[in-house]
């Protein structure tokens, strides 16, 4: 592979989103960074609810509990906020990602035997093979990750260009 070979993709912000907001990725409070937290906030939260029903029938001694409990609500509910706004930055710019892909008129990768360059409207970035530490495919998409990290969905390029693509990547990234 000694010559400079070019794939052009024909980007569809449908293709995009299907991946990056396929299960409940772009969801608030039910993304798998979220999930967790939003299920345990709420059983301390129905905990913390059932005890301020009962609180005339507990003694002095027995307030600690109470309070405790609200403690450990608001903790639950500090790091469920803060993921909250984690998975909302990152909704924020995948959809800002999404619409320069939109808005763009070359999407090209291009790529020889040391280079990988992925072109978005004249904005170049370059890398080396050996910047690349990992890539996956499946039927649905290729990723890349390294000193950039990218995904390419197959819908977006030809069979004959993803498979190449596809062949490269295996021959040129070692895991």
Request: glycine fraction near 4%.
């Amino acid at each position: 592979m000694n010559e400079e070979k070019v794939i052009v993709l024909k980007p569809k912000r449908k293709d995009f989103e299907e991946i990056y907001f396929s299960g409940d990725q772009g969801s608030l409070f039910f993304s798998s960074t979220t999930r967790g937290k939003t299920i345990t906030t709420a059983v301390v939260g129905l905990i913390l609810l059932i005890m301020l029903f009962f609180k005339d029938d507990f003694t002095k001694e027995k307030f600690g509990i109470l309070y405790f409990v609200s403690f450990l609500f608001l903790l639950c509910a500090v790091f469920l906020s803060v993921s909250i706004n984690k998975v909302s930055r990152w909704k924020k710019q995948v959809n800002g990602y999404l619409t320069k892909l939109e808005n763009c008129n070359i999407y090209e990768i291009t790529f020889d035997q040391s280079f990988f360059i992925v072109n978005i409207d004249d904005e170049k970035e370059t890398s080396e093979w050996k910047d690349f530490e990992y890539f996956d495919s499946n039927n649905e998409f290729i990723t890349l990750e390294g000193k950039y990290n990218y995904m390419f969905p197959r819908k977006s390029m030809s069979e004959k260009d993803y498979s190449l693509l596809k062949q490269v990547l295996k021959k040129n990234i070692t895991e």
